[in-house]
């Protein structure tokens, strides 16, 4: 659903604020400047609320305009780029680090991200049909990445090519998927605990957002696709994430942020029996009474057109 500045209870949601660079270009930033002129826009038009102040405005039928600004990921430019404007404009907003990156660790969308940054789309299906071919020739057949059709109808805003390597990884194994993209790195020359601590915060840079007033969320340790997958592997990682928040910040999550937006019924008993008290999706629309606390849609940054 296209958003309409009609719409009184919104999410809204970024991952990259940085100007667009040669060195990443396989990601989809919003520009600073713009940032700057969506948080304007936002905070002239709406009062910027935290998500429970959002539910609680919804279900009550309040009068006026509200907004929760959100940033998945726990990435650098955040802290650099988009920190200092919400500052500038008095706007608070909600953070969704991966914590397995404070570890070094970069997460497989974000592999994905730096290859489609250094190679051509076709050049890494073809690498990856080269790795099935030579490591699980018995599977290759069922994953070949078609260069001429869509796999799903999800990702209409990318090429053929990039949608379905990054629907592929998203379905292959764990284990293939990560050999994968090790041997991708490898062979590439790319040096992964070196891009991930330049890619994402550090820990005292979400310490910091913690101690200015930002709101700090769960978004998994290992950015796993939820909607899949042993409930017992979802409930060690979210347990995992918490438990690293909370040694940080010295206070629980409650709010959690699915990665890739993918969510099914396991994972929601997961969240609610980890005290959860809210979730948010990658539906693009706005907020209704009736949304399930732990089936919030958000908008992304390139609805919010005025």
Same mark, same amino acid.
């Given at each position: 659903?296209?958003?309409?500045?009609?719409?009184?209870?919104?999410?809204?949601?970024?991952?990259?604020?940085?100007?667009?660079?040669?060195?990443?270009?396989?990601?989809?930033?919003?520009?600073?400047?713009?940032?700057?002129?969506?948080? +304007? #826009? $936002?905070?002239?038009?709406? &009062? !910027?609320?935290?998500?429970? @102040?959002?539910?609680?405005?919804? *279900?009550?039928?309040? /009068?006026?305009?509200?907004?929760?600004?959100?940033?998945?990921?726990?990435?650098?430019?955040?802290?650099?780029?988009?920190?200092?404007?919400?500052?500038?404009?008095?706007?608070?907003?909600?953070?969704?680090?991966?914590?397995?990156?404070?570890?070094?660790?970069?997460?497989?969308?974000?592999?994905?991200?730096?290859?489609?940054?250094?190679?051509?789309?076709?050049?890494?299906?073809?690498?990856?049909?080269?790795?099935?071919?030579?490591?699980?020739?018995?599977?290759?057949?069922?994953?070949?990445?078609?260069?001429?059709?869509?796999?799903?109808?999800?990702?209409?805003?990318?090429?053929?090519?990039?949608?379905?390597?990054?629907?592929?990884?998203?379905?292959?194994?764990?284990?293939?998927?990560? +050999? #994968? $993209?090790?041997?991708?790195? &490898? !062979?590439?020359?790319?040096? @992964?605990?070196?891009?991930?601590? *330049?890619?994402?915060? /550090?820990?005292?840079?979400?310490?910091?957002?913690?101690?200015?007033?930002?709101?700090?969320?769960?978004?998994?340790?290992?950015?796993?696709?939820?909607?899949?997958?042993?409930?017992?592997?979802?409930?060690?990682?979210?347990?995992?994430?918490?438990?690293?928040?909370?040694?940080?910040?010295?206070?629980?999550?409650?709010?959690?942020?699915?990665?890739?937006?993918?969510?099914?019924?396991?994972?929601?008993?997961?969240?609610?029996?980890?005290?959860?008290?809210?979730?948010?999706?990658?539906?693009?629309?706005?907020?209704?009474?009736?949304?399930?606390?732990?089936?919030?849609?958000?908008?992304?940054?390139?609805?919010?057109?005025?």
């Amino acid at each position: 659903m296209a958003y309409s500045k009609s719409d009184n209870y919104i999410i809204v949601n970024y991952h990259y604020v940085e100007d667009p660079s040669p060195e990443f270009s396989g990601i989809y930033p919003c520009s600073v400047k713009d940032f700057e002129k969506q948080v +304007q #826009f $936002l905070s002239e038009n709406y &009062k !910027i609320v935290s998500v429970s @102040e959002l539910v609680e405005a919804t *279900r009550d039928g309040k /009068s006026g305009k509200y907004c929760v600004i959100t940033f998945d990921d726990g990435l650098k430019d955040q802290y650099i780029n988009a920190f200092p404007i919400l500052k500038k404009y008095n706007a608070t907003a909600t953070f969704f680090p991966i914590t397995s990156v404070f570890e070094g660790h970069l997460p497989t969308a974000h592999k994905v991200h730096i290859l489609l940054s250094r190679l051509s789309p076709e050049k890494i299906i073809d690498t990856f049909h080269d790795f099935m071919q030579n490591f699980y020739p018995d599977l290759k057949k069922q994953y070949i990445i078609p260069k001429d059709r869509r796999l799903t109808e999800r990702r209409l805003h990318e090429t053929i090519s990039i949608a379905n390597f990054k629907e592929t990884m998203i379905m292959l194994p764990e284990d293939i998927k990560g +050999q #994968f $993209l090790r041997y991708g790195f &490898k !062979i590439f020359g790319l040096n @992964e605990k070196e891009i991930s601590q *330049r890619l994402f915060m /550090s820990k005292q840079e979400v310490k910091s957002l913690h101690q200015a007033g930002m709101t700090i969320g769960s978004h998994s340790h290992n950015h796993s696709a939820f909607d899949i997958g042993n409930k017992d592997i979802m409930q060690k990682d979210i347990r995992l994430s918490k438990e690293i928040l909370f040694d940080l910040l010295g206070n629980r999550q409650d709010i959690f942020s699915y990665p890739h937006g993918r969510n099914g019924p396991a994972v929601l008993e997961v969240l609610a029996s980890e005290g959860f008290k809210y979730a948010l999706t990658i539906d693009r629309r706005s907020i209704l009474s009736s949304d399930n606390d732990f089936l919030l849609p958000r908008y992304d940054t390139a609805d919010i057109v005025f």
